[in-house]
């Protein structure tokens, strides 16, 4: 960070001067976790969006081709 530079919003400041740090895209959820939402999902016939959005928000930060297979479940 530049000298002078803050991550916090003071006191009368705007909001378009404040540029906290961007955070990485990781999941801190555990496998096993991951597939009992997953599987949560699939028993109460979610909608395939809310499916979707779900595994791709869980797998943020995980080798790719982890995905749970239907047969898994």
Known sequence: ME???SSVLKKDKK???FKPAVLPLIS???EVKR???LYLLFVISAPTDVQEYYESALLIGEAPGSQVDEDDL
Do not use: C, H, L, Y
Request: proline residues 0%; glycine residues 8%.
């Open 35 to 37: 597939k009992d939402v």
């Open 15 to 17: 909001w378009a001067s």
């Open 3 to 5: 000298r002078g530079a």
């Open 28 to 30: 801190t959820v555990t």
